[in-house]
T-cell receptor, first 111, second 114 residues
Framework: GESVGLHLPTLSVQEGDNSIINCAYS??????FIWYKQESGKGPQFIID?????DKRQGQRVTVLLNKTVKHLSLQIAATQPGDSAVYFC??????????FGKGTMLLVSP | NAGVTQTPKFRVLKTGQSMTLLCAQD?????MYWYRQDPGMGLRLIHY???????AKGEVPDGYNVSRLKKQNFLLGLESAAPSQTSVYFC?????????????FGPGTRLTVT
């Protein structure tokens, strides 16, 4: 899930496992959510997005689930690979086309 | 297409010095953004622009100025650098595109203020 303070929450999995990364969002009026992956030393990369009129969306090996009742978002990665090791951020839309980012979760995949 | 590019990649400043970070995008995007990222933190919005000639304050604007004189460029200025501005700075751009707020990010600039 999302962190407070300086230390990122970390999810450690074995290669081939399924990973679930969680995110709580704050604004019940948000109608768009997005997940980014950030590898060490690089800028964030888009993974998948979802609008609030959906509760599930699938991509290649990834699924995003949205629970508006409890303001919760999750990213599921199937058959996790070492190349999936990164920090994952969720974000929600805010005023004038901006995004508000969570603090991130580090995913560590061991072979 | 190069996407979003940032210059420089690294910079060390002394307290009180000034500098400008340049962001360029070749996707004809209307919106551009500057973020800072500190250890263990997410991305915090400094300033953004919804079109050429416009700028707006984000969450942490103090100590920074921006300009968007050309649609493809967004400049971030530090007039008098402080150690608290040591951070990694990311630029991003976006459409707008119907139904999406996806932002495309540059590779970042690592700034150290001593």
């Amino acid at each position: 899930g999302e962190s407070v303070g300086l230390h990122l929450p970390t999810l450690s999995v074995q290669e081939g496992d399924n990973s679930i990364i969680n995110c709580a969002y704050s604004n019940s009026a948000s109608d768009y959510f997005i997940w980014y992956k950030q590898e060490s030393g690089k800028g964030p990369q888009f993974i998948i997005d979802i609008r609030s009129n959906m509760d599930k969306r699938q991509g290649q090996r990834v699924t995003v689930l949205l629970n508006k009742t409890v303001k919760h978002l999750s990213l599921q990665i199937a058959a996790t690979q070492p190349g999936d090791s990164a920090v994952y951020f969720c974000a929600e839309n805010a005023a004038r086309g901006t995004l508000t980012f969570g603090k991130g979760t580090m995913l560590l995949v061991s072979p | 297409n190069a996407g979003v590019t940032q210059t420089p990649k690294f910079r060390v400043l002394k307290t009180g010095q000034s500098m400008t970070l340049l962001c360029a995008q070749d996707m004809n995007h209307e919106y551009m953004y500057w973020y800072r990222q500190d250890p263990g933190m997410g991305l915090r919005l400094i300033h953004y622009s919804v079109g050429e000639g416009t700028t707006a304050k984000g969450e942490v604007p103090d100590g920074y100025n921006v300009s968007r004189l050309k649609k493809q460029n967004f400049l971030l200025g530090l007039e008098s650098a402080a150690p608290s501005q040591t951070s990694v700075y990311f630029c991003a751009s976006s459409g707008p595109r119907q139904g999406s707020y996806e932002q495309y990010f540059g590779p970042g600039t690592r700034l150290t203020v001593t």
